[in-house]
């Protein structure tokens, strides 16, 4: 098994060039194709779930494999339910066991040919592209937006377009908000027409060029080793916008309670030191459940207790993240409780630290991007399987060595 083990700087003083959005690569991937067009978004990131999506999209392979690319099992499909010829799209074995049967049934109701290859409910799926000539479907508020945004897309190519009622509580809004923005860049009308209904009239969408943002969901872990860095003065992230779709960009305001200032520049953002405003930190994380792993990490090792919420979907990510960071924030010294399948919390429960052990990954980038920065508190952290950043930064630990990090590999 591979590790590294990271020593942090003495300061922290960096300008990282992000890898771009993988949320907007994917959409704009499927939108392009789905356009039919010429001109290919710009700005593709590098990472794991951008190039396989290229690749099937590219190739149009019998079977595709996506890995483990969870908006690309998604997003795709929708996508081969409305496009020609027959297809069996799989992936990892964690993959295989993530649910799928919400976004199939509401295909299926609006007329696409889908079977399951395997156990009911799970991918691998055959699907089978035709016109569909339904218009109208219901799916709970609180599912994964990724399904949501995987029947919006190709909305525009329905006979008779789509409208979409989500009943119930509305989770993950600003990655729905996110598709809607990058439809509507590609020449389509599509808008909510109440609290709780879309609708996407049948339309053509125009190809255009289009650039792909920085990734606010990887400048996460610069403002987590910002607000732990001792040292730090001040981290340049060129590529981030202001008035950016991503709902991951809330981060700015969050991270000002922990101390660290964002200044929006016309380049980027500059990343600056300020005082802490917060003895504790509560909020729910419904619209920001990737950015959980962040705060944990950092909240608790700047020693403020928290309470955060709205992390059921955590359960059925890459990994269990919630049962994750329990046992490796055990692993720092930190015990932390979980409730409702939906909150964990901390209230400054301590353990004694297992300084020997390194930290899992559980095949899951987030968990290797979030603990990294911990070596700014302990010393030092060792990493097990760090490839696994591959997924969404393939050059995070790049970034951190030229940032000034030791990186020491070894074979555990």
Same mark, same amino acid.
Request: charge should be negative.
């Given at each position: 098994?591979?590790?590294?083990?990271?020593?942090?700087?003495?300061?922290?003083?960096?300008?990282? +060039?992000?890898?771009? #959005?993988? !949320?907007?690569?994917?959409?704009?991937?499927?939108?392009?194709?789905? #356009?039919?067009?010429?001109?290919?978004?710009?700005?593709? /990131?590098?990472?794991?779930?951008?190039?396989?999506?290229?690749?099937?999209?590219?190739?149009?392979?019998?079977?595709?494999?996506?890995?483990?690319? $969870?908006? *690309?099992? =998604?997003?795709?499909?929708?996508?081969?339910?409305?496009?020609?010829?027959?297809?069996?799209?799989?992936?990892?074995?964690?993959?295989?066991?993530?649910?799928?049967?919400?976004?199939?049934?509401?295909?299926?109701?609006?007329? *696409?040919?889908?079977?399951?290859?395997?156990?009911?409910?799970?991918?691998?799926?055959?699907?089978?592209?035709?016109?569909?000539?339904?218009? =109208?479907?219901?799916?709970?508020?609180?599912?994964? /937006?990724?399904?949501?945004?995987?029947?919006?897309?190709?909305?525009?190519?329905?006979?008779?377009?789509?409208?979409?009622?989500?009943?119930?509580?509305? &989770?993950?809004?600003?990655?729905?908000?996110?598709?809607?923005?990058?439809?509507?860049?590609?020449? +389509?009308?599509?808008? @909510?027409?109440?609290?709780?209904?879309?609708?996407?009239?049948?339309?053509?969408?125009?190809?255009?060029?289009?650039? &792909?943002? !920085?990734? @606010? #969901?990887?400048?996460?872990? @610069?403002?987590?080793?910002?607000?732990?860095?001792?040292?730090?003065?001040?981290?340049?992230?060129?590529?981030?916008?202001?008035? !950016?779709?991503?709902?991951?960009?809330?981060?700015?305001?969050?991270?000002?309670?922990?101390?660290?200032?964002?200044?929006?520049?016309?380049?980027?953002?500059?990343?600056?030191?300020?005082?802490?405003? &917060?003895?504790?930190?509560?909020?729910?994380?419904?619209?920001?459940?990737?950015?959980?792993?962040?705060? &944990?990490?950092?909240?608790?090792?700047? $020693?403020?207790?928290?309470?955060?919420? $709205?992390?059921?979907?955590?359960?059925?990510?890459?990994?269990?993240?919630?049962?994750?960071?329990?046992?490796?924030? =055990?692993?720092?010294?930190?015990?932390?409780?979980?409730?409702? $399948?939906? +909150?964990?919390? @901390?209230?400054?429960?301590?353990?004694?630290?297992?300084?020997?052990?390194?930290?899992?990954?559980?095949?899951?980038?987030?968990?290797?991007?979030?603990?990294?920065?911990?070596?700014?508190?302990?010393?030092?952290?060792?990493?097990? =399987?760090?490839?696994?950043?591959?997924?969404?930064?393939?050059?995070?630990?790049?970034?951190?060595?030229?940032?000034?990090?030791?990186?020491?590999?070894?074979?555990?």
């Amino acid at each position: 098994m591979k590790q590294i083990n990271l020593i942090p700087p003495a300061g922290l003083d960096a300008r990282i +060039v992000l890898p771009s #959005s993988k !949320s907007l690569c994917n959409r704009a991937l499927i939108i392009h194709a789905l #356009s039919r067009g010429t001109c290919p978004p710009d700005n593709l /990131s590098d990472c794991d779930d951008t190039r396989v999506m290229v690749r099937a999209l590219r190739d149009m392979p019998p079977v595709i494999d996506i890995l483990a690319a $969870g908006t *690309a099992m =998604r997003f795709l499909t929708a996508y081969l339910a409305v496009t020609p010829g027959t297809h069996v799209i799989t992936g990892t074995e964690r993959m295989r066991q993530r649910p799928i049967r919400i976004l199939v049934d509401a295909l299926r109701s609006l007329g *696409a040919q889908i079977d399951y290859v395997a156990q009911e409910g799970f991918p691998p799926l055959r699907i089978t592209g035709t016109s569909l000539r339904e218009s =109208r479907i219901a799916l709970p508020g609180n599912v994964s /937006s990724q399904y949501i945004s995987a029947l919006l897309m190709t909305g525009p190519v329905l006979e008779h377009g789509l409208t979409l009622t989500l009943t119930g509580e509305v &989770v993950s809004r600003p990655y729905i908000d996110m598709t809607l923005q990058l439809m509507q860049e590609y020449g +389509v009308t599509a808008r @909510w027409i109440s609290d709780h209904e879309l609708e996407v009239p049948h339309q053509p969408y125009v190809s255009k060029p289009y650039t &792909v943002e !920085s990734d @606010w #969901s990887a400048a996460s872990y @610069w403002y987590e080793m910002m607000a732990l860095a001792p040292g730090a003065t001040s981290v340049e992230l060129p590529g981030l916008r202001a008035d !950016s779709p991503q709902g991951d960009a809330r981060i700015a305001d969050l991270f000002r309670l922990l101390g660290v200032t964002t200044t929006f520049t016309d380049e980027g953002i500059v990343l600056g030191k300020a005082e802490r405003q &917060v003895e504790r930190m509560d909020y729910d994380f419904t619209h920001q459940p990737d950015m959980a792993q962040t705060f &944990v990490v950092t909240c608790a090792l700047m $020693g403020i207790p928290f309470r955060f919420s $709205g992390l059921q979907s955590l359960k059925i990510k890459e990994t269990d993240r919630m049962a994750a960071l329990m046992a490796e924030m =055990r692993k720092l010294g930190y015990v932390l409780q979980e409730s409702d $399948g939906s +909150v964990l919390s @901390w209230e400054g429960d301590r353990c004694p630290a297992d300084g020997q052990a390194g930290i899992d990954t559980y095949e899951d980038h987030r968990m290797a991007l979030a603990f990294a920065p911990a070596s700014f508190v302990k010393g030092s952290v060792r990493i097990n =399987r760090p490839d696994v950043v591959s997924k969404s930064y393939p050059h995070y630990w790049e970034d951190l060595a030229a940032a000034g990090f030791q990186i020491e590999e070894r074979e555990g």
